[in-house]
């Protein structure tokens, strides 16, 4: 019997690689009063803590106890002498945590240090300061006075090597990078392609994505995670964001409608991601990629990038959608399947009337069968995690040399 179930917002959560150490020992416990000196000091570089708040039950309602992430950039987190303060971002909107504050600010935090393998908890009572948007992309922060501090020294069975931040995470820069909205491109009856211009120095490798902060009238600040599906060749800092409309979502409606009419700006407050070309890239090489719906963004950018090449190396691509309206790119794919690129097109929802893709969904045995049993350099894959993980009996290494993968799972 299930009494309550919810999901957690997986966003602001870092990526790191676990390692088991070597043969755990029993860490030892020291406790002290108030908030360390060493506790502050983690906390102010932390991009990652856990908080536990507890409400009591009633005779209408029953007891319990929530533990949830907060994470952020390092520097998130305002440490001043006993107390810190932390801002909270928009997540899954259920308040959990917050809910429990206003009925009992007692709260526990874990801090871990991720290099020692150290672990900080934290006592204290917590304070909702619903007004205070002085920090950078929140909607309210809450401020902890710490009551006690208890180190477990070495406690953890991991290291952690750091991979990368959450795209989601507002940048520590209040501004970000200003950008002029050039043109706006419609690349099908759902999606728009939108070229800006940095108004000060960036740096894209294609492939990866950028974090950008929205700002609306009477709206709430809001940070996106977008592809750039184009980085203009010889023009510098200008690039392109395609840019799909959600019909129940809270910003690609406004960009599509509300944004071209000069309402508003978008800032750029970050590049990050792994999706990307090898440093050379030479007619030798070859390449498979997967991509599904608007995962075809990041695979975009891949192939202009390739086409650029002079000899572009042998190169196919998959790529499933419900209906043929949806193929976004659709002319440039086309151009590149007469020269360097094999194009496989599927619709999912309907029979296609474009006679040149087909309809239902990429097998593992449909996707062997147009490989031909050749080895392949590198394969790339984009879209929802069922969709990746569909293909998981092809993206081995007998077939690939290196699997690079990207899900839509939130």
Not at 11 to 38: A, D, F, H, W
Not at 81 to 94: E, K, M, Q
Not at 264 to 269: E, H, I, Y
Not at 384 to 407: D, Q
Request: proline share 7%; net charge neutral; glycine share 8%.
């Amino acid at each position: 019997k299930v009494d309550q179930s919810f999901g957690n917002c997986p966003k602001y959560i870092q990526t790191r690689l676990m390692t088991r150490r070597g043969n755990p020992t029993q860490p030892s416990r020291t406790v002290s009063e108030g908030l360390t000196p060493e506790a502050a000091a983690l906390l102010a570089h932390s991009d990652t803590f856990f908080i536990a708040s507890f409400a009591p039950g009633s005779e209408n309602t029953a007891s319990g106890v929530d533990i949830s992430h907060r994470g952020g950039s390092p520097g998130f987190i305002s440490v001043d002498d006993n107390s810190l303060t932390f801002p909270d971002y928009a997540g899954n909107r259920f308040f959990q945590t917050l809910g429990n504050i206003l009925v009992n600010p007692r709260v526990g935090l874990l801090v871990i240090d991720f290099v020692s393998g150290d672990v900080y908890q934290l006592k204290g009572v917590a304070t909702i300061n619903n007004t205070d948007l002085s920090m950078q992309g929140a909607e309210r922060s809450v401020s902890v006075t710490i009551h006690q501090t208890a180190v477990l020294s070495s406690a953890m069975m991991f290291s952690y090597t750091f991979i990368e931040r959450s795209p989601f995470n507002p940048s520590n820069d209040a501004d970000g990078v200003s950008l002029k909205l050039l043109k706006i491109v419609q690349e099908t009856p759902s999606v728009k392609t939108f070229r800006f211009k940095a108004r000060e120095g960036v740096k894209i490798t294609p492939g990866q994505y950028g974090t950008f902060l929205i700002e609306m009238p009477r709206m709430p600040r809001c940070l996106r995670a977008w592809t750039i599906s184009n980085v203009i060749e010889g023009v510098p800092d200008e690039f392109e964001v395609t840019i799909k409309e959600k019909q129940s979502g809270a910003i690609s409606p406004i960009m599509h409608r509300v944004y071209p009419q000069g309402i508003g700006s978008v800032r750029l407050t970050g590049i990050e991601g792994l999706f990307v070309l090898p440093d050379v890239v030479h007619e030798g090489l070859s390449f498979v990629f997967f991509a599904a719906g608007s995962g075809i963004t990041p695979v975009m950018s891949l192939l202009r990038t390739l086409s650029a090449q002079q000899r572009p190396p042998s190169t196919t691509l998959f790529y499933s959608v419900k209906t043929d309206d949806e193929v976004i790119f659709a002319a440039s794919l086309h151009s590149y399947s007469g020269s360097f690129l094999t194009l496989h097109v599927a619709t999912t929802a309907q029979p296609p009337e474009d006679t040149r893709y087909s309809h239902g969904r990429f097998t593992p045995a449909f996707v062997e069968g147009c490989l031909a049993g050749k080895k392949y350099t590198r394969a790339y894959v984009c879209g929802p995690s069922g969709f990746v993980k569909s293909l998981e009996p092809v993206l081995v290494p007998a077939r690939f040399e290196k699997v690079v993968t990207e899900s839509f799972d939130y």
